[in-house]
């Protein structure tokens, strides 16, 4: 298969994923409200991801299945982590700068991002993934 094949079957499987999106936010709009659309979103992509790695599997043989399924359980660990961070970063937040003005909106997002960020990368670390340590090192001032 030509790398052009390649090309247009990724862009197979993305329109596969935005069609189901797309149905998926109809169908979860109404009962869920914007917290469907989230969900729709997320569920879309798992299936794109899965459409692809289920290619890649019968392009290049047996994949790692093992290796990969600890590498899920880290992610959904540290995502759990990043939402918890997210969560306690709006409340401390919320009771620092009480109110509905615009600086105490934009300090509850700033928190919220920083505090979910934070844990985000600590727990990586304590997980010991890889691919957040490359991240890491990549920064500029990193030794790179």
């Known amino acids: 298969m030509a790398f052009a094949d390649y090309a247009v079957l990724t862009v197979y499987f993305a329109a596969i994923a935005m069609v189901a ?8 709009m109404g009962p869920l409200g914007l917290r469907g659309l989230a ?19 019968r392009r290049v043989g047996p ?20 939402g918890a961070g997210c969560a306690g970063g709006l ?3 919320a009771a620092l700068l009480p109110g509905d ?4 909106r934009l300090g509850a997002v700033v928190a919220s ?9 600590v ?9 957040m340590a490359e991240i890491l090192e990549s920064l500029p001032g990193r030794g790179r």
Do not use: D
């Open 91 to 93: 409340a401390a937040a």
């Open 113 to 121: 991002i920083a505090a979910g960020l934070v844990c985000l990368v």
């Open 63 to 82: 994949l790692p299945r093992a290796a990969m399924t600890r590498a899920l359980g880290r992610t959904v660990v540290a995502s759990v982590a990043l």
């Open 21 to 28: 999106n797309i149905v998926l936010n109809l169908a979860l």
């Open 39 to 57: 969900l729709a979103t997320s569920l879309a992509a798992f299936l794109n991801v899965a459409l692809l790695v289920a290619h890649l599997g």
């Open 123 to 131: 727990a990586y670390r304590l997980l010991g993934h890889r691919e």
């Open 101 to 104: 003005a615009f600086i105490a």
